[in-house]
């Protein structure tokens, strides 16, 4: 089992910043991708950003790119998402994914935080 816990969530005025962070912790398991997703009230779990562990790739929604970044420490098991220019519509909660690889069966399996709120008051 491969545990994911989130911090650093919060109330922010339009415009400030916050830095989501998400520590992986567990044994038997490689972590491959790690991704941030949001989810408001009623709607589908969105993806937000995503980054693979083996390489620099990154990927971004069209309505967070050039206003978050998504990094890792791949040394601690972590995952940043540095949010900039913040705005009312990313009021959501934002959850931490990792796909990871079971080293003794070769197969992947997916896990998710327990989310944190960010609000973003106008």
């Known amino acids: 089992q491969v545990q994911l816990v989130e911090s650093g969530g919060g109330l922010v005025q339009a415009g400030g910043s916050l830095r989501l962070s998400c520590a992986a912790s567990g044994d038997g398991f490689s972590i491959e991708y790690m991704a941030w997703y949001r989810q408001t009230p009623g709607k589908q779990r969105d993806l937000v950003a995503t980054t693979s562990v083996g390489s620099t790739s990154t990927r971004y929604a069209d309505s967070v790119r050039g206003r978050f970044t998504i990094s890792r420490d791949n040394a601690k098991n972590a995952v940043y998402l540095q949010m900039s220019n913040l705005i009312p519509e990313d009021t959501a909660v934002y959850y931490c994914?990792?796909?990871?690889?079971?080293?003794?069966?070769?197969?992947?399996?997916?896990?998710w935080g327990q989310g944190t709120q960010v609000t973003v008051s106008s």
């Open positions: 994914y990792a796909n990871a690889r079971h080293r003794v069966r070769d197969t992947t399996y997916q896990f």
